[in-house]
């Protein structure tokens, strides 16, 4: 199992750590994770993980 970790920007006061747990076959393919700050419509923003 591999996790990966990054601290979201919070868009309230706060702090929020998102988390992404793959399988030990995704190690070596993994190239980013990324935070989608300019979607609109909740408090929480949308995070993808960028698998080559």
Do not use: N, W
Not at 24 to 38: C, F, M, Q, S
């Amino acid at each position: 199992m591999v996790v990966l970790s990054f601290q979201s920007p919070s868009k309230q006061c706060g702090l929020t750590i998102d988390y992404f747990i793959t399988s030990k076959a995704l190690d070596g393919r993994l190239k980013k994770a990324e935070i989608y700050t300019a979607v609109e419509g909740s408090d929480h923003c949308p995070v993808g993980l960028i698998i080559d």
